[in-house]
């Protein structure tokens, strides 16, 4: 069946992973609908996103597969599709329990030059993870201790801390450590900052087993692949929509005589009639357009939950190396700013200067035949001022940083530069989402309602990872979102639906 179906009219907002699996699932429908995915951009994949550079392949976007098992459909497709090598498909791979806790780093450095114990890091990691254990425990709780995660961690660490017999100068190390490992659930969750994350109910988001794993060819072979299976011409290029004009009776000229229920305009005036349209689009894009995307406006109650719920931004950056300073094993460096304490706020520093101390550090990548590359990870406000500045200030930068926490003024400067900027990028406006102070699982739901005109006709539906109430922020939440919404279809229109990818 070519895109040209003559079935229900579906559009496809967004050609991520939601987008692409939806479009899939709908293409082997009975119906034979005619399926056109609309994307703003020159690519596929929305946030999965990889690039061949510095002579290996680096991953813009989504790194790795959380959880690979059975349970993940990214993990199921991926070893269908021949992604993965014999590790990451192993029992044992599947079976390891890590329950959202990253591994220690390899080596620690303060910013001011020198290692961190590797005693010393355990114990704060030990404390820091247990008690973000205790943070999944309130979910039904009627009197939570506090409003935020970050509120929480905090008055249990100083109550911690009043029992601490170490000297001062321990005391301010464990704590520039513990403020490190609050940046880094800064980059995990998507947020400016651990105050931001809702209590209650954080517990909902769901950790599958397995040890994360990267693809050795890069993620987004995934989409690829989905992309192949499609009929030809589906995805339209280069075709950012302005406006969904729904509950209407639009003609189209490509059908004399038919009337459709949704009109969708593009920013370069073309028009496309439909059926159904399907939004996959990032919430982030979505807060930013909500007055102006819908028309007529979504439900009050629908769009004060897009308002309600977080959106941050988590940025990734590259640097490049003739030879490896680190050590032949090492696989994670850890950089602990001097001076931080996850119970003060940072006061005193212009962001033009305080910048990279948001820097949790940096995993680095297997060695590629002539490159050895290190990915720094930083988030919040300060990932998004950094997207402001030029390579050659953030290379200046880093490497300053480097000399200073290795101790060695001599260190070559990296000779390449690459990073992530999602928080300018006009069609996604930041990373994922988290559920915010103010916000619940249940306005993610909210956000999943498509909208429907007499009860019954869903004429715009939504998809995509903020659209999950337990993978939200994941390319499994957004798979599983696109299948959801594209069954949602086929039972709107009878019997006879088509196989499961």
């Avoid at 059908?255 to 159904?276: K, M, N, R, Y």
């Avoid at 994670?332 to 520093?349: C, F, K, M, N, R």
């Avoid at 103010?438 to 429907?452: C, E, K, M, R, Y």
């Amino acid at each position: 069946m070519s895109a040209s179906g003559r079935g229900p009219r579906v559009l496809v907002v967004g050609g991520g992973v939601a987008g692409l699996s939806a479009a899939q699932r709908l293409s082997g429908h009975p119906a034979r609908p005619h399926v056109r995915v609309l994307e703003a951009t020159a690519r596929a994949g929305g946030r999965i996103r990889s690039e061949r550079s510095f002579g290996g392949v680096v991953e813009i976007g989504a790194h790795w597969i959380h959880g690979p098992s059975q349970g993940n459909p990214i993990f199921q497709l991926a070893a269908k599709y021949g992604l993965l090598g014999e590790k990451e498909l192993s029992e044992e791979n599947q079976r390891v329990e890590t329950g959202g806790h990253l591994d220690l780093p390899s080596v620690t450095y303060t910013s001011a030059g020198g290692t961190v114990s590797f005693e010393l890091v355990t114990e704060m990691g030990s404390l820091f993870y247990s008690l973000m254990d205790q943070t999944r425990l309130f979910l039904h709780a009627a009197d939570p201790p506090a409003l935020s995660v970050g509120e929480f961690l905090k008055k249990e660490i100083g109550q911690r801390v009043a029992g601490w017999t170490d000297s001062p100068e321990t005391r301010r190390l464990k704590l520039a450590v513990l403020n490190t490992l609050f940046n880094l659930e800064c980059c995990v969750s998507g947020t400016h900052s651990l105050d931001l994350l809702a209590l209650t109910p954080f517990g909902e988001y769901t950790v599958l087993p397995g040890l994360d794993c990267t693809f050795p060819r890069g993620f987004q072979g995934i989409t690829d692949r989905i992309l192949a299976s499609l009929p030809p011409d589906t995805v339209v290029y280069n075709k950012p929509v302005k406006t969904i004009r729904w509950k209407g009776s639009f003609q189209d000229t490509e059908c004399p005589g038919q009337l459709f229920p949704v009109l969708v305009e593009c920013e370069d005036g073309d028009t496309f009639a439909a059926h159904h349209v399907l939004v996959t689009v990032p919430l982030g894009f979505l807060k930013e357009h909500l007055d102006t995307f819908f028309e007529p406006p979504l439900p009050l109650e629908k769009a004060e939950a897009v308002r309600k719920m977080g959106f941050g931004t988590n940025n990734k950056i590259f640097l490049d190396f003739e030879e490896p300073f680190w050590d032949p094993d090492c696989e994670y460096i850890q950089v602990v700013w001097d001076s931080t304490s996850p119970l003060e706020a940072a006061t005193g520093l212009e962001l033009k200067d305080a910048w990279v101390r948001k820097l949790i550090g940096f995993v680095v990548l297997p060695p590629f035949e002539s490159a050895h590359v290190l990915c720094g990870f930083i988030a919040g406000h300060e990932s998004e001022f950094m997207e402001t500045l030029s390579d050659e200030e953030v290379l200046l930068t880093l490497t300053r940083v480097l000399r200073q926490m290795t101790e060695n003024p001599q260190l070559p400067a990296p000779r390449g530069i690459l990073r992530s900027r999602w928080h300018s990028a006009p069609y996604t406006r930041g990373s994922y989402s988290y559920v915010a102070v103010g916000s619940t699982g249940d306005d993610i739901d909210l956000l999943a309602q498509p909208l429907l005109v007499d009860s019954k006709d869903p004429q715009v539906l939504f998809a995509g990872e903020a659209t999950h109430r337990s993978f939200y922020s994941t390319t499994h939440g957004a798979l599983l979102s696109g299948w959801r919404e594209a069954d949602r279809l086929m039972d709107h229109w009878g019997p006879g639906a088509g196989q499961k990818t």
